[in-house]
């Protein structure tokens, strides 16, 4: 009997249905956030009114030239949460970005310096890790004033501590591999070794937190937002919409529901992205096909 006469391994039921439960999470995922992308995407060069058109009449019900209704301003509905969309993603991927740079830079340095950098290092992480992130975002925004800019970085600051966590002990671990040993041996640089060696081998662990910081950042954004203290008019936030509508909830629940939706659905579709991620990028959770 030859190699090719065996039969083939059979597949469990449970790892083809954890298979499948996971490719269709990826899927629902992929939908969920892809719409809202291409919302933003199509938001840059066309909207059915400008924000500050006020010609719809006050509180009008969803019909065929304002599909989403009007708000108590007379201001298209259905313009806001397409210009909101817009500003949940540059929220989103601005401050994962801050968070991603700064937090890899300081835990690399953490991870090669000596022990009192990584001790002095650890001990302001985990003070800012314990810090509020909303109480933290609210201070910055507070110093440089309200604006779509602060908030993207207050939220970039406030995710990097826990990238910088990760990213020290995932980095530490790779530099003790006999791999890196006999690199340095070999003469290879400190630099060349963190860029050939250690970013590839920390990278994979660091893409579900970040995309799970970016629904993090979303909501963080609108809660700004819904405070006051986030991107101020007459850019529509999903958080201000979310607060302007409390007060007419009952006449027009439309404004109340549509960006809650919205927000719900970004935020749902990138965690079931990043759990698709985290399969991709872990080759131990991938079943056997």
Known sequence: MTATDLPATPVAPAARRSSRRRSVNLLVGAILFGTILVIAL????????????????????????????????GRDLFSQLMVGARLAMLVGFGSV?????????LGLVAATAGRWV???LSSVLDIAIAFPTLLLAMLIVAWRGASLESATLAIGLAG?????????????????????????????GSIRILFLHVLPNVW?????????????????????SYLGLGSPPPNASWGRMLQEA???????????ILPGILLVATIIGMNLLADGLRDIADPTTRSIR
Request: aromatic share 4%; glycine share 6%.
């Open 160 to 188: 990097s501590a826990v990238i910088a966590r990760l990213t020290r002990v995932t980095a530490t671990r790779v530099l003790a591999q006999d791999f890196i040993t006999a690199s340095r041996t070999s003469g290879t």
């Open 246 to 256: 409390q007060s007419t909830v009952l006449v027009a629940p439309t404004a109340a």
């Open 118 to 120: 990584d001790d002095a």
């Open 42 to 73: 199509v938001s840059l060069v066309w909207t059915p009114f400008p924000l500050e058109d006020t010609t719809g009449g006050r509180l009008s019900p969803p019909s065929l030239q304002n599909w989403a209704g009007t708000d108590r301003l």
């Open 204 to 224: 994979p662990t660091l893409v579900v937190p970040l995309a799970l910081q970016f629904g993090g950042a979303v909501v963080a954004e609108a809660s700004l």
């Open 97 to 105: 970005l801050i968070a991603a740079l700064l937090g890899i830079t």
